[in-house]
């Protein structure tokens, strides 16, 4: 199993780029090792939230697929280190899983499968969420129940914005994986503990052989394209 450590580089790029939603990538999408479909928030927000559904199988030649929600990224913790929390649907060329990954300043990214089989069609309600009146913590809520103890980010405390996206990797080979998955009821927390508002889109991720489609004012689908 390969970490999805790099998955969320895409987050560096919400925080330094000021390119309009729309904007995607010219590269074919078995031109880069990590493609993307999805949405980061136009404001920052204490947490994100949506139910996750893939269409189909994934077709994976090499590397993985994935739908997530998150909160942080490459060097966006404490003194520029490195500090995410992401949960979604992983696909890989023998199997789908519900997981998380955490990446705490100073130690290595850690993926964890909460459920080790997803199958086409079944829907899960996946959540990263600020902790009430404990700035600085989060938690992993699947179908509204939490499966990780109070995880501490330091510095994160109203400063990120979520992202919803699905994304593949090569593993290395110029190769393009395929997928679909849908985002639906997409909601970012307005406050710590909740506040949930329908998830207000800023930059678009759509990089060449990917497809983002908008179904409803809070539901996309992303999509292979080829």
Not at 1 to 18: C, F, I, K, P, Y
Not at 81 to 104: C, K, N, P, R, T
Request: glycine share 12%; net charge positive.
């Amino acid at each position: 199993m390969r970490l999805l450590a790099a998955a969320t580089a895409v987050l560096a790029l919400v925080a330094s780029s000021a390119s309009p939603a729309g904007a995607g990538s010219a590269a074919s999408c078995g031109d880069r090792a990590y493609t993307y479909a999805g949405y980061a928030a136009s404001g920052r927000a204490h947490g994100a939230s949506a139910v996750l559904t893939p269409l189909a199988a994934p077709a994976v030649a090499n590397g993985h697929v994935a739908a997530w929600v998150g909160v942080g990224g490459p060097g966006q913790g404490p003194k520029g280190a490195d500090e995410w929390l992401q949960v979604g649907i992983s696909g890989f060329s023998d199997h789908s899983a519900l997981y998380y990954e955490l990446a705490e300043p100073g130690a290595a990214p850690r993926y964890v499968e909460v459920l080790p089989a997803v199958a086409p069609g079944e829907s899960h309600r996946v959540t990263v969420l600020e902790m009430q009146r404990q700035p600085n913590w989060w938690r992993v809520f699947v179908d509204h129940r939490p499966v990780t103890d109070p995880i501490h980010l330091p510095a994160s405390h109203g400063r990120w914005h979520p992202i919803a996206t699905a994304e593949s990797w090569n593993g290395g080979t110029p190769s393009c994986n395929s997928f679909a998955y849908r985002f639906g009821r997409v909601r970012s927390a307005s406050a710590a503990g909740g506040g949930w508002k329908r998830f207000s889109t800023g930059y678009r991720f759509q990089d060449r052989g990917y497809r983002v489609i908008r179904v409803a004012r809070a539901s996309f689908i992303a999509r292979t394209d080829f």
